[in-house]
């Protein structure tokens, strides 16, 4: 196992504080449908204030983020970046997020400072919640799909104090006009600073506010990403590759989390054999510059089919050489009924003996990063990680259950016919 202290970047990341992060600056994940910002997927986005959207540089630049950024200079630990420094504290050895976004912005990291008008370069920007799809850790705020289920019948859980699952957060496709108009305005000032940009949803190529914006995209734009769930009509996809012909580099970013049933499980309204024509279709285009990986997450549900997916971007990248980028995978702690620590000790490690296993066995079939990220999810599973919000776990199991019970009335099969014996009698033995 490769050490984060192995890496190139850490002393100079070191040198800049006790956990020092660039991606704090680098990168901003934007929610023009809510109104709220980040710089990482991990912490919760907050919001954006409304009254200072005259100045459009605070969609990235929020007083919030420029606080946490002056305590990572003075050294401190935000408490946002829990999920980074807490698994870095349960092993020495393991390769948090950080270090690994460090890598991406090693040039970055010795010259930030607090500022109003940092340009990022990376902007990841979803403009509604229109989607296809219902995958079980999502929420009615970035499915149109969750949106209505929710509607028909709400599902109350205890440890629910977010009311994801009870309350239809924001109506299907709407937006927040103001802050659209201080993207626009923003984006045509800064976007040939933007070395990347991601278009997320919702899913994107169902979003006519998407369409409309690759009107308006210059075909010089560096790198073009589309986080897609990649399981739309093949006509979809027709269009997407016309649309992105006069682009450079367009890159998709292919969300699975297993293969066949489970997949489908997890990701309700997915058809499987959709998602693997498109991705053919895609990578078997004309054009070199069209690349795409598999980015999944992992939680309770999905983590029995998580090797399964890895073997299907190893075998994607010998069917299409040089298109295949390196698989991502990332741990849902929200919501936190479905972290994979709500499952038994005992089936935590034997999903960690197979995960163990099977990397002993294709670990150099791995890029570095993708090798970090195994390792990573095998610590998860090993150790007894602390949660942010301190939730009972008798409590966390039997909401788990209840959504169960729920999210298997729409899907295709039952969860007895699809997971393990040993799950099944685990999720029966729950008492509700």
């Given at each position: 196992?490769?050490?984060?202290?192995?890496?190139?970047?850490?002393?100079?990341?070191?040198?800049?504080?006790?956990?020092?992060?660039?991606?704090?600056?680098?990168?901003?994940?934007?929610?023009?449908?809510?109104?709220?910002?980040?710089?990482?997927?991990?912490?919760?986005?907050?919001?954006?204030?409304?009254?200072l959207l005259e100045d459009p540089y605070v969609l990235h630049n929020t007083p919030?983020?420029?606080?946490?950024?002056?305590?990572?200079?003075?050294?401190?630990?935000?408490?946002?970046?829990?999920?980074?420094?807490?698994?870095?504290?349960?092993?020495?050895?393991?390769?948090?997020?950080?270090?690994?976004?460090?890598?991406?912005?090693?040039?970055?990291?010795?010259?930030?400072?607090?500022?109003?008008?940092?340009?990022?370069?990376?902007?990841?920007?979803?403009?509604?919640?229109?989607?296809?799809?219902?995958?079980?850790?999502?929420?009615?705020?970035?499915?149109?799909?969750?949106?209505?289920?929710?509607?028909?019948?709400?599902?109350?859980?205890?440890?629910?104090?977010?009311?994801?699952?009870?309350?239809?957060?924001?109506?299907?496709?709407?937006?927040?006009?103001?802050?659209?108009?201080?993207?626009?305005?923003?984006?045509?000032?800064?976007?040939?600073?933007?070395?990347?940009?991601?278009?997320?949803?919702?899913?994107?190529?169902?979003?006519?506010?998407?369409?409309?914006?690759?009107?308006?995209?210059?075909?010089?734009?560096?790198?073009?990403?589309?986080?897609?769930?990649?399981?739309?009509?093949?006509?979809?996809?027709?269009?997407?590759?016309?649309?992105?012909?006069?682009?450079?580099?367009?890159?998709?970013?292919?969300?699975?989390?297993?293969?066949?049933?489970?997949?489908?499980?997890?990701?309700?309204?997915?058809?499987?054999?959709?998602?693997?024509?498109?991705?053919?279709?895609?990578?078997?285009?004309?054009?070199?510059?069209?690349?795409?990986?598999?980015?999944?997450?992992?939680?309770?549900?999905?983590?029995?089919?998580?090797?399964?997916?890895?073997?299907?971007?190893?075998?994607?990248?010998?069917?299409?050489?040089?298109?295949?980028?390196?698989?991502?995978?990332?741990?849902?702690?929200?919501?936190?009924?479905?972290?994979?620590?709500?499952?038994?000790?005992?089936?935590?490690?034997?999903?960690?003996?197979?995960?163990?296993?099977?990397?002993?066995?294709?670990?150099?079939?791995?890029?570095?990063?993708?090798?970090?990220?195994?390792?990573?999810?095998?610590?998860?599973?090993?150790?007894?990680?602390?949660?942010?919000?301190?939730?009972?776990?008798?409590?966390?199991?039997?909401?788990?259950?209840?959504?169960?019970?729920?999210?298997?009335?729409?899907?295709?099969?039952?969860?007895?016919?699809?997971?393990?014996?040993?799950?099944?009698?685990?999720?029966?033995?729950?008492?509700?």
């Amino acid at each position: 196992m490769k050490s984060r202290k192995d890496y190139s970047v850490f002393p100079l990341l070191q040198s800049r504080g006790q956990f020092f992060c660039p991606a704090k600056w680098t990168e901003l994940y934007l929610y023009l449908n809510h109104g709220t910002s980040n710089s990482c997927h991990h912490p919760i986005p907050h919001a954006i204030p409304e009254h200072l959207l005259e100045d459009p540089y605070v969609l990235h630049n929020t007083p919030h983020k420029m606080q946490v950024q002056q305590q990572m200079i003075d050294g401190q630990r935000p408490q946002e970046c829990h999920m980074c420094w807490h698994i870095e504290d349960l092993d020495p050895e393991v390769v948090s997020d950080r270090v690994i976004k460090s890598q991406m912005w090693h040039d970055d990291i010795s010259t930030l400072q607090v500022d109003a008008h940092h340009v990022p370069k990376f902007i990841e920007v979803v403009f509604d919640n229109y989607c296809n799809l219902s995958c079980s850790y999502c929420d009615s705020g970035q499915s149109s799909s969750w949106a209505e289920k929710i509607h028909r019948q709400p599902l109350q859980l205890e440890t629910d104090y977010r009311n994801l699952y009870n309350t239809v957060h924001i109506a299907p496709g709407s937006t927040k006009n103001n802050y659209v108009t201080a993207w626009n305005k923003w984006w045509a000032e800064i976007g040939s600073q933007v070395e990347r940009l991601k278009i997320s949803g919702g899913e994107p190529l169902l979003s006519k506010n998407v369409w409309q914006f690759f009107e308006t995209l210059r075909p010089d734009l560096n790198v073009l990403i589309i986080n897609s769930n990649f399981s739309v009509a093949s006509k979809i996809i027709d269009r997407f590759i016309q649309v992105t012909k006069p682009f450079n580099n367009v890159a998709v970013a292919a969300s699975i989390d297993a293969v066949g049933d489970i997949a489908e499980y997890v990701r309700q309204g997915l058809d499987y054999n959709q998602f693997l024509s498109n991705v053919d279709h895609w990578c078997g285009s004309n054009k070199a510059q069209n690349v795409l990986h598999l980015q999944s997450t992992v939680n309770a549900l999905n983590i029995w089919g998580l090797t399964d997916k890895f073997d299907l971007s190893i075998e994607l990248g010998r069917r299409y050489p040089g298109r295949i980028n390196p698989f991502y995978s990332t741990l849902v702690r929200f919501p936190e009924f479905q972290s994979v620590t709500v499952l038994p000790i005992d089936l935590r490690h034997s999903l960690a003996d197979h995960i163990t296993a099977w990397f002993g066995k294709n670990n150099q079939w791995l890029s570095e990063r993708e090798q970090s990220y195994v390792e990573k999810i095998i610590v998860y599973l090993n150790q007894d990680p602390e949660q942010l919000v301190k939730l009972d776990v008798t409590k966390l199991q039997i909401d788990f259950k209840k959504f169960i019970m729920y999210y298997d009335t729409s899907a295709k099969k039952s969860y007895k016919e699809i997971y393990p014996t040993e799950f099944v009698q685990w999720v029966d033995s729950i008492n509700i």
